[in-house]
Nanobody, 121 residues
């Protein structure tokens, strides 16, 4: 069964940066649009960013525009989320998922276990 593996989370001070990675074994990410999502304590999971199969098109939530950058390296079977100028409100568990109908976050499936991002001084 497909399962994503997210990594790169951690504790960072406000204004800092992190780069998250998403990969999957026995599954070719390059065949699919991929999205990053997050879920903060007590809140619903929300779409953060997604990228088309070939990486030409990207989409961002308003809350992260200008601070986060999504990219992919299909040769490495990996999708990245570069997060700069992090704020405490970015604290959440971050997940990646397949986007069946780009750029619809509601069409996501095949969730990973997530990686914790904590922004705090």
């Amino acid at each position: 069964q497909l399962q994503f593996v997210e990594s790169g989370g951690g504790l960072v001070q406000p204004g800092g940066s992190l780069r998250l990675s998403c990969t999957a074994s026995e599954f070719i990410l390059g065949y699919h649009a991929i999205g990053w999502f997050r879920q903060a304590p007590g809140k619903e999971r929300e779409g953060v960013s997604c990228i088309s199969k070939n990486g030409v098109s990207t989409n961002y939530a308003d809350s992260v525009k200008g601070r986060f950058t999504i990219s992919r390296d299909n040769a490495k079977n990996t999708v990245y989320l570069q997060m700069n100028s992090l704020k405490p409100e970015d604290t959440a568990i971050y997940y990646c998922a397949v986007i069946a109908l780009y750029p619809s976050y509601g069409s996501a499936s095949y969730w990973g276990q997530g990686t914790q991002v904590t922004v705090s001084s």
